[in-house]
Every structure is written in structure tokens, then in C-alpha cells.
């Protein structure tokens, strides 16, 4: 107890807490895309569960991996070298989940471009509960990734268990409350898919870079993606207002 009670009437470790939660924040925005994009390819009666359960299973997963911090750091240990780099399981997973993320990203690119009329699956009672389960297992696999990622960047930040706890329920929540508008609003502008899923590839890769040891400041990413939703920003407005004048 006097432990906790040293934190809140420590300035310094309020600047951790709040830097950290805008971290988490802003590294949910790459789960959050991917979620949100996921669960449209469901009926829209599954949606919003897939969604809750998704980042529900983000939350458990996160504080479970805080649960065991002395285990995640000693992730960051070389296992083997290969092309004179030293990975370690971080690398690896990371590297996987890029994979997944770019294939995901692309297949579901290329469904956009060259739809099929047989791809309708979730007509079928038995294809709904596949369909479901399918994506609740594949938000779960990227959970999995950015939470370590996650967990492992905030070690760095601050020593502070319970710091990490607040900041990580703290960013879920928000992910909880945005993601329903997120995923409502992709959906109504079918533009804004394919930047969503152009935002994953790059994300796939970076995870995929940042494993063979070329990290790419996340600044860089963040910026490119803001400047590209600014420019579809503009690009809607236009939209818009060429329907208005069309209609008088």
C-alpha cells in the first residue's frame, strides 16, 4: 500500500503514466484497423461481439503477459544467429505476425479488387459459426503479437507494474469505445478500406523489418498514415460536395 501511495504523489511517475497510456493508445490504433476490418466480413447481427471479444481477449492477454514481465523480457534474448543477426523470440514473432498481416491485408485487397460471387459464405447457419470463430482466432493471433510488443515497450518506459496495468486498461477501454464508429465508418466508405488495408501492409512490414533488426521510428509510420487519411479526408469532402451540387 505505501508503495502505491509513493506513485501518486510521485510527479515523475504521472509523466510515465500518462506518456505510457498515449503509447498504448496509439499502438491500438494498428489492432484496432485490423479488428475492425475483420469483423465487417461477419453478418451484422456477430459484429459488435466479435468486436468486444476481440479487444476483451486483448485486455485479458495484456495483463496476463504483465503477469509475467520477468518471462517477456528475456523474449528479447538471442536464440540463434543467422546473416550475422541475432534473433530472439520477439524477432520471430514479430516476424510471423508481419507475415500474417501482409497476407491478411493482401488477400483481402485483392477480394475487393476481384470479388467472387460464390465468396458470400455466411449464408449458410454452419458457415456463420466458422466464419465467427475463424475471426475471433485470427484477432487473437494479432492480440497476441502487439501485446508483446506492446508489454515490452512499456518495460522499457517505466519498472512500475501497476503503471503498466493502469495505462493498458486505460487504452483498451478506449479501443472498446471507439471501435464500433471505427468499423461503421470503414464500412460506409469503401475508399477508406483500402487505405485501411494498405495501413496494415505497412504495419505488416514494419513488424517484419523491425524483427530482422531494422527498426522504423514508429513517428515515420504514424506520420504517413496521418497524412494519408488527411488526403482521403480532403478526398471525401470533394466527394461530397460534387454529390451536392449533382443534386441541385
Same mark, same amino acid.
Given at each position: 500500500m505505501d508503495y502505491l501511495l509513493h506513485l501518486a504523489v510521485d510527479p515523475a511517475a504521472w509523466v510515465a503514466l500518462v506518456t505510457l497510456i498515449a503509447m498504448e493508445v496509439v499502438l491500438g490504433v494498428?489492432?484496432?484497423?485490423?479488428? /475492425? =476490418?475483420?469483423?465487417?466480413?461477419?453478418?451484422? !447481427?456477430?459484429?459488435?461481439?466479435?468486436?468486444?471479444?476481440? @479487444?476483451?481477449?486483448?485486455?485479458?492477454l495484456r495483463l496476463a503477459l504483465l503477469g509475467t514481465v520477468a518471462i517477456i523480457v528475456t523474449l528479447t534474448t538471442?536464440?540463434?544467429?543467422?546473416?550475422?543477426?541475432?534473433?530472439?523470440?520477439r524477432d520471430l514473432i514479430l516476424i510471423a505476425g508481419g507475415l500474417f498481416l501482409v497476407w491478411k491485408a493482401t488477400k483481402e485487397i485483392h477480394h475487393n479488387v476481384d470479388p467472387h460471387p460464390d465468396d458470400d459464405l455466411f449464408d449458410?447457419?454452419?458457415?456463420? /459459426? =466458422?466464419?465467427?470463430?475463424?475471426?475471433?482466432? !485470427?484477432?487473437?493471433l494479432l492480440d497476441l503479437?502487439?501485446? @508483446?510488443?506492446?508489454i515490452i515497450t512499456?518495460?522499457?518506459?517505466?519498472?512500475?507494474?501497476?503503471?503498466?496495468?493502469?495505462?493498458?486498461?486505460?487504452a483498451v477501454s478506449c479501443m472498446l469505445l471507439a471501435a464500433d464508429p471505427l468499423a461503421k465508418f470503414i464500412?460506409?466508405?469503401?475508399?477508406?478500406?483500402?487505405?485501411?488495408?494498405g495501413f496494415l501492409i505497412m504495419i505488416g512490414m514494419t513488424l517484419i523489418a523491425d524483427g530482422f533488426g531494422a527498426h522504423v521510428p514508429k513517428g515515420y509510420v504514424y506520420a504517413a498514415m496521418?497524412?494519408?487519411a488527411a488526403i482521403e479526408g480532403l478526398n471525401m469532402l470533394a466527394r461530397?460536395?460534387?454529390?451536392?451540387?449533382?443534386?441541385?
Open positions: 494498428d489492432n484496432l484497423i485490423f479488428i /475492425s =476490418i475483420l469483423t465487417n466480413k461477419l453478418p451484422q !447481427q456477430y459484429r459488435q461481439k466479435a468486436r468486444r471479444i476481440g @479487444i476483451s481477449l486483448a485486455l485479458i538471442p536464440i540463434f544467429t543467422l546473416f550475422g543477426h541475432g534473433f530472439s523470440w449458410a447457419p454452419a458457415a456463420v /459459426s =466458422i466464419g465467427f470463430t475463424a475471426a475471433i482466432v !485470427q484477432i487473437l503479437v502487439f501485446s @508483446i510488443d506492446s512499456a518495460v522499457g518506459m517505466t519498472e512500475h507494474i501497476p503503471i503498466m496495468i493502469i495505462a493498458v486498461i486505460v464500412e460506409a466508405n469503401p475508399t477508406v478500406v483500402m487505405l485501411a488495408l496521418g497524412f494519408s461530397q460536395r460534387h454529390e451536392k451540387v449533382a443534386r441541385k
